[in-house]
């Protein structure tokens, strides 16, 4: 049943055969059961009009031999009877049948006696409140009953009363009883053509709609499986026109977006070929002339003691930049890498929560500095995993000299929690902290929240980004929260184990220590 489910929730054409079904379905059965209605009660009510009528006539002839009979003998009488019952009646019980019964009214003390039913029927097919009516009412009466026959066969009919004056015997009442055996049958085969006819038109009208659905679809299908080509860098798909309606107008409005989309894409690509390429030769065209302007630098350095004061410092800061410009040319490469797709891991078994020490106690001199501390906390001593060290390491050093740059002289809480399949590092300091738009834009390639603060110390602006990719490589995670003047919370999830992926955050994204 979810099956189908699934299958209707994911097919314009069966959501509209199905919903087009269903609602001719209710149209014509209402439609079909008001017509069946009609047709039975037009049915009944001719059937009724033709069997007073006839009721009436034969009533009225037997009225008019009885009178005929006054004065004659009982045999006479009989006789007139027998031959009343006998014109009036079929001679068998069946769906034609015509019966007529002769009750004797209470009250009648006459002797004789001509109380009869035709061909074996029980008289007690007369109902009672029938009864009363013929003896109240000088017209006929009439209620529908059932015919029921000695030999067991009962059959539905419509008896019709009067009463009547029999000579010698007093007052009596005449029934005449046409059966509605037809009358059902007709009724029966109706509902019947009229159930076919409405399954049938249901057919048809699914058929119909399914042809209309299907010009209307499959064009529709047929750009969604291109457009699912174009997604999977398949740009040379087009869809065939072969008509001037408005799916076709469609169709070209479609493919005219396909071959702008193409080309667009192109010029984005080369662009991008050209800045990777542009950047890659760049950073290694750099690496010659730094080597040498390093080591010009250290031999100048290592002589700053005999130097003037002025020239000492300005030999300080060359090797300082020196240092930073040879850190930005790293991370140029390193997005060179992400972005040609060709960075690999280099994956070992290493204990993270000492990875985790070993780069807090690093920069613990830094953050000395700065005026603040960073703590560790980990409740289990030692947490194996199995990735690229090296890239895992950045990571956490560009969390953690992040966190120092943003402090403003707070303590830094490092917390580190792990499953069996997962391991997640949360770096927390309460600083300046981010604004709420800012964190869509934190992890953006030289994208900085204080620009000039930034260049004061020295960042790139490309530590979170690496970070990020690096993160993502191990199928891992980095997730940022942060409030202006509440500090900033980064946490890294990665699995235990490389090509694994990562099946849940360990450490919730907004501190427990921050309320709303």
Same mark, same amino acid.
Request: net charge negative; with cysteine.
């Given at each position: ?43 009944? %009510? ?16 037997? %009225?008019?031999?009885f009178l005929l009979a006054q004065g004659e003998k009982d045999s006479e009488v009989q006789k007139v ?147 699912? %080509? ?107 890498? =992400? ?30 500095e700065r005026k603040t501390q960073i703590y560790v906390k980990t409740v289990e001593p030692v947490i194996m995993v199995k990735a690229d060290i090296r ?54 390639? =030289? ?21 990020? %990719? ?47």
């Amino acid at each position: 049943m979810n099956r189908i489910y699934r299958r209707i929730q994911n097919s314009l054409a069966i959501k509209v055969i199905f919903s087009t079904v269903i609602l001719s379905l209710a149209v014509i059965g209402i439609t079909g059961s008001a017509l069946n209605s009609q047709l039975a009660a037009g049915i009944k %009510e001719v059937n009724l009009n033709s069997a007073l009528i006839e009721a009436r006539s034969t009533i009225f002839t037997a %009225e008019y031999r009885f009178l005929l009979a006054q004065g004659e003998k009982d045999s006479e009488v009989q006789k007139v009877v027998d031959d009343v019952i006998s014109s009036a009646t079929t001679l068998t019980a069946n769906e034609n049948a015509r019966e007529v019964v002769f009750l004797r009214s209470p009250g009648n003390t006459r002797e004789n006696n001509y109380e009869i039913a035709s061909n074996l029927l029980d008289p007690s097919s007369i109902p009672s409140s029938l009864s009363e009516q013929v003896r109240k009412e000088p017209d006929l009466v009439y209620q529908y009953t059932n015919m029921n026959y000695l030999t067991g066969t009962q059959v539905r009919g419509l008896a019709i009363g009067q009463k009547v004056q029999i000579p010698n015997a007093g007052q009596y009442e005449m029934f005449i009883i046409f059966s509605l055996a037809n009358q059902e049958k007709t009724l029966d085969l109706i509902s019947r053509l009229l159930f076919l006819t409405g399954f049938v038109l249901l057919l048809l009208i699914a058929l119909i709609t399914w042809l209309v659905v299907r010009q209307v679809v499959k064009p529709v299908r047929e750009a969604a499986l291109i457009a699912t %080509e174009f997604t999977a860098g398949d740009f040379r798909k087009r869809l065939k026109v072969e008509s001037r309606d408005e799916i076709s107008r469609l169709g070209l409005a479609f493919n005219e977006m396909a071959e702008s989309i193409e080309k667009q894409i192109a010029r984005l690509e080369n662009l991008s070929r050209v800045q990777q390429r542009f950047v890659s030769d760049v950073s290694h065209e750099l690496r010659t002339p730094l080597t040498t302007l390093r080591m010009a630098s250290e031999v100048i350095h290592s002589s700053k003691d005999s130097f003037d004061p002025i020239v000492s410092r300005s030999a300080e800061l060359l090797v300082a930049q020196l240092d930073r410009f040879e850190r930005l040319l790293e991370d140029l490469l390193e997005v060179s890498r =992400f972005d040609a797709e060709v960075a690999v891991l280099e994956a070992v078994d290493f204990d993270m929560v000492q990875l985790v020490q070993r780069c807090a106690d690093d920069l613990g001199l830094v953050a000395k500095e700065r005026k603040t501390q960073i703590y560790v906390k980990t409740v289990e001593p030692v947490i194996m995993v199995k990735a690229d060290i090296r890239r895992v390491e950045r990571i956490l050093r560009n969390l953690l000299s992040n966190a120092i740059d943003h402090a403003e002289e707070q303590q830094i809480d490092v917390q580190i929690v792990s499953s069996e399949h997962d391991v997640a590092v949360g770096v927390r300091d309460y600083g300046v902290g981010l604004d709420e738009n800012a964190l869509t834009r934190v992890f953006d390639r =030289f994208w900085r929240a204080d620009p000039s603060r930034a260049r004061i110390r020295g960042g790139t602006g490309l530590g979170l980004s690496i970070a990020l %990719e690096d993160a993502r490589l191990h199928n891992g995670e980095l997730e940022a929260w942060g409030r202006p003047a509440r500090g900033a919370h980064f946490v890294v999830t990665l699995p235990r184990n490389t090509w694994e992926s990562i099946e849940q955050r360990l450490i919730p994204l907004q501190p427990e220590d921050y309320k709303a």
